[in-house]
């Protein structure tokens, strides 16, 4: 019978996180509606070789595979016989691809302008992100590229409203949110 331990370590062979970054957008400021403001942002993130770490069964698996690199994390406890270590250690792995749009408007008007019985200032301002996607690659042979966007943890739109009047020392907001 042979016995195995985990060895968690740190890995000096790492590579850093490759990110490229692609983004555009418009900001709208129409004359005809003063205190108005709009903005849409179109986002693409790509990362490779992400950091991250393997179970011990994974890396029992891949070695029984025939994957070099994992057999590579199994080695011969020294001075001793049947026993083997297993370096539990990060490497680059996976790959994370997601795009989404960043959506935001506001609006500020003076409530005199609409009611001149009463004073202050109104601010409306609404954003809101909408995930297109959310690709996640574990990374290793035979894994499945998981589509986040959408999931209970990523959903595929998230918002928030928020309404403030001011007048003077006196402030009041409101605020919603959702997904």
Request: charged share 15%; glycine share 10%.
């Amino acid at each position: 019978n042979a016995t195995a331990r985990s060895l968690a370590s740190g890995n000096p062979n790492l590579d850093p996180e490759i990110g490229k970054t692609y983004s555009g957008g418009v900001v709208l400021q129409p004359t005809f509606l003063p205190g108005f403001n709009a903005s849409i942002d179109f986002y693409k993130v790509d990362v490779t070789g992400a950091i991250g770490s393997l179970s011990i069964q994974q890396i029992v698996n891949l070695s029984s595979s025939g994957n070099q690199s994992a057999c590579a994390l199994i080695i011969r406890t020294p001075g001793a016989t049947n026993q083997f270590d297993i370096l539990n250690q990060p490497l680059n792995l996976a790959s994370e691809s997601t795009k989404g749009l960043d959506i935001e408007a506001s609006y500020r008007f003076n409530v005199e302008d609409l009611l001149p019985s009463m004073s202050g200032a109104v601010t409306i301002r609404a954003l809101g992100t909408h995930y297109i996607s959310y690709k996640v690659n574990p990374g290793l042979p035979g894994s499945i590229i998981t589509e986040r966007a959408g999931s209970v943890g990523l959903p595929d739109w998230r918002y928030s409203m928020a309404v403030n009047y001011s007048n003077g020392p006196i402030s009041l907001t409101g605020t919603a949110r959702g997904v």
